[in-house]
């Protein structure tokens, strides 16, 4: 009987007593030093460990020294990838955990991989630093570059929103980052020009005046002193756009000898558009009251674009302002005056300016004539 009731008890005794090791926890310990191709720490750095057969991860953050350790890693073998804000810097494959707690360290020297890098490659440790702080400034120039095109893109929408103090603040922020791209002075000097007019304080109108100016003349140095802009196809093209709009700021600020002398420039640059910018010096000399200087240009005008419409319409109205009074009283225009409207009629017969070049042939008693051969009884 007694053995009966002995040998449960020691049975039960030996379960109580191995219980406490069927939940021992089984875990490993990782620990190392994080150093930069300098040899100094890694501070604020992320130490990943990825298990192969679990897939679960231990991310690890390094101390003021490069340090990191941690307790609690299931055994087994790891991918271990070392990282700093979001960007990979160096990884190891296969790394085994274990349950000694000596294990030793797993660090991350750069400054030993570069040298084991120069080696394989046939390169030295200065060959390869080289070439990586290439590779870091083509990556920070590359992000860069798509910060200053997103403010580029914002500002035109606030352009096109007539927004224009948006699109100033926006650009100025831009050549704040980088002052040395010409699109983004000539994009800024076109927010300070459209904006002017909405000025009601005459010294702040001049000042926005002159910022485009400033601006636009920046932005030609810029682009005429770059070898990289001098290779573009359309550089002149992209020139004669921004003489073009500094000879504009000064046709609205009256000063008519700059604008000619801009717009001159575009045209030579751009032989191709060099109708419109000699029109707009007709324009300039028109509005300045340089009668026959204008009716020459917009005569280069005609011969360089027969169909402009308007540089007709506007020869006519320079003419007009040569006409004569007899001692009849009756005003007699220059010849070539009717001429020069019913030209701009045969070609724009709905023009905006159609009706007054009808008026004006009528005052002047010439016949009206349409494209569409229609005449109209002149007045006498």
């Known amino acids: 009987m007694r053995k009966y009731f002995i040998l449960p008890l020691l049975l039960v005794l030996a379960l109580?007593?191995?219980?406490?090791?069927?939940?021992?926890?089984?875990?490993?310990?990782?620990?190392?030093?994080?150093?930069?191709?300098?040899?100094?720490?890694?501070?604020?750095?992320?130490?990943?460990?990825?298990?192969?057969?679990?897939?679960?991860?231990?991310?690890?953050?390094?101390?003021?020294?490069?340090?990191?350790?941690?307790?609690?890693?299931?055994?087994?073998?790891?991918?271990?990838?070392?990282?700093?804000?979001?960007?990979?810097?160096?990884?190891?494959?296969?790394?085994?955990?274990?349950?000694?707690?000596?294990?030793?360290?797993?660090?991350?020297?750069?400054?030993?991989?570069?040298?084991?890098?120069?080696?394989?490659?046939?390169?030295?440790?200065e060959q390869i630093k080289a070439d990586e702080e290439a590779a870091a400034k083509v990556a920070n120039e590359t992000k860069k570059i798509g910060t200053l095109n997103d403010k580029l893109k914002a500002a035109r929408v606030a352009e096109e929103a007539k927004d224009y103090e948006t699109a100033i603040t926006t650009l100025n922020e831009a050549n704040q980052i980088d002052p040395s791209h010409d699109q983004i002075w000539f994009e800024?000097?076109?927010?300070?020009?459209?904006?002017?007019?909405?000025?009601?304080?005459?010294?702040?109108?001049?000042?926005?005046?002159?910022?485009?100016?400033?601006?636009?003349?920046?932005?030609?140095?810029?682009?005429?002193?770059?070898?990289?802009?001098?290779?573009?196809?359309?550089?002149?093209?992209?020139?004669?756009?921004?003489?073009?709009?500094?000879?504009?700021?000064?046709?609205?600020?009256?000063?008519?000898?700059?604008?000619?002398?801009n717009y001159n420039k575009a045209s030579q640059l751009d032989p191709t558009h060099a109708g419109t910018y000699l029109f707009n010096i007709g324009a300039v000399l028109t509005n300045a009251g340089k009668v026959d200087e204008a009716i020459a240009v917009f005569d280069k005008?005609?011969?360089?674009?027969?169909?402009?419409?308007?540089?007709?319409?506007?020869?006519?109205?320079?003419?007009?302002?040569?006409?004569?009074?007899?001692?009849?009283?009756k005003a007699t225009a220059p010849e070539g005056t009717a001429e020069a409207f019913k030209k701009y009629l045969e070609l724009a017969p709905d023009g905006r300016f159609a009706q007054n070049a009808k008026d004006l042939l009528a005052s002047i008693g010439a016949p009206v004539e349409t494209g569409f051969g229609k005449k109209k009884g002149a007045k006498q």
Not at 303 to 326: F, H, M, R, S, V
Request: aromatic share 8%; charged share 25%.
């Open 16 to 125: 109580e007593l191995a219980a406490p090791r069927a939940f021992a926890q089984i875990t490993g310990t990782v620990k190392g030093t994080c150093t930069d191709a300098d040899g100094k720490p890694i501070v604020g750095a992320q130490v990943e460990w990825t298990g192969l057969e679990t897939g679960r991860k231990y991310t690890l953050k390094t101390n003021n020294k490069g340090e990191y350790f941690s307790l609690g890693i299931t055994p087994g073998k790891y991918n271990v990838k070392l990282s700093k804000d979001g960007k990979e810097i160096f990884h190891l494959n296969g790394v085994p955990v274990g349950l000694d707690e000596n294990a030793p360290p797993v660090d991350f020297d750069l400054k030993k991989e570069r040298v084991k890098a120069a080696e394989s490659q046939g390169k030295t440790p």
């Open 188 to 261: 800024l000097a076109n927010a300070y020009l459209n904006s002017a007019p909405k000025q009601t304080d005459p010294e702040e109108k001049q000042k926005r005046y002159a910022d485009a100016a400033t601006d636009f003349q920046k932005a030609i140095d810029l682009r005429t002193n770059s070898e990289q802009a001098q290779k573009e196809a359309n550089n002149n093209a992209t020139l004669a756009a921004y003489y073009n709009n500094l000879a504009q700021v000064y046709a609205k600020t009256n000063k008519v000898d700059d604008a000619v002398s």
């Open 301 to 329: 005008v005609i011969a360089a674009d027969p169909t402009k419409a308007e540089a007709y319409y506007q020869k006519g109205i320079n003419l007009l302002g040569k006409e004569t009074i007899g001692k009849d009283g």
